[in-house]
C-alpha cells in the first residue's frame, strides 16, 4: 500500500512529479485557468482521487464544493472543457447512471437528449419542448426495455472463402 504523501506526488495525469502535487489545489489550478472563473482552495470542502495508481493511466478528482452554488456554475460551464481532456460529470449512483444510459440508447427515435442535474435525470422527448424529469417509478420501466441491437454486426457479412477465389480463377 502506498503512502498519503507517494499517492499525491503524482500529477492528475498519472506522471510522476518532483512535487507534491494535491487534488484540490489541482482542481482550484484547472477551474480557474480553464473556466474563466476564480474558486479559493476553502471553496473546496474536499478533493480526492480514488482507486490505487497505475503507471500512466488518469485518475479521476471527486470534488465535493462547499456551496452547491459553486458546483452548478462549474457544471453549466462544463462546455467549456471540453476537448482538453478534462471531463466535468456528475458522480451519479451505479443506478442512475444506468437509467441515463437507457435513456440514451435505447429509445433514440424517441428521446432527443438525456442529462442529469442535482442527481436527477431529465429526458426532452422529440416533439416535445419541455424538459421531464425521469420519476424514480419510472426507472424500472426505462431498465426494462431491450438494449437495441449493434448496427455494426448487421452490416459485417459473412467473410468470403479466398480459397474458392483462387480456384476459380485458376481454371
Known amino acids: 500500500m502506498m503512502s498519503l504523501q507517494s499517492i499525491q506526488t503524482h500529477t492528475a495525469d498519472g506522471i ?10 489541482w482542481t482550484v489550478n484547472h477551474v ?3 473556466l474563466g472563473t476564480v474558486i479559493e482552495p476553502n471553496g473546496i470542502d474536499i478533493a480526492h482521487r480514488p ?4 503507471p500512466n493511466i488518469n485518475r479521476r478528482v471527486i ?9 452548478i456554475y462549474i457544471m453549466r460551464k462544463a462546455t467549456l472543457v ?3 481532456g478534462i471531463f466535468v460529470k456528475e ?12 435513456l440514451r440508447l435505447k429509445r433514440r ?11 436527477k435525470i431529465c429526458a426532452l422527448f422529440k416533439g416535445n419542448q419541455q424538459t421531464t424529469h425521469i420519476k424514480y417509478s419510472e426507472y424500472k420501466l426505462w431498465l426494462e426495455k431491450p438494449w ?10 459473412t467473410p468470403v472463402n479466398t480459397e474458392n477465389i483462387v480456384r476459380a480463377q485458376k481454371s
Open 16 to 25: 510522476t512529479s518532483k512535487k507534491p502535487v494535491f487534488p484540490r489545489t
Open 32 to 34: 480557474n485557468k480553464h
Open 51 to 54: 482507486g490505487k495508481f497505475k
Open 63 to 71: 470534488v465535493r464544493f462547499v456551496r452547491r452554488e459553486t458546483k
Open 82 to 84: 471540453k476537448g482538453s
Open 91 to 102: 458522480d451519479l449512483t451505479k443506478l442512475n447512471v444506468e437509467v441515463l444510459a437507457s
Open 109 to 119: 427515435s424517441v428521446v432527443e437528449r438525456s442529462w442529469s442535474f442535482e442527481g
Open 148 to 157: 437495441p441491437k449493434k448496427s455494426y454486426s448487421e452490416s459485417v457479412e
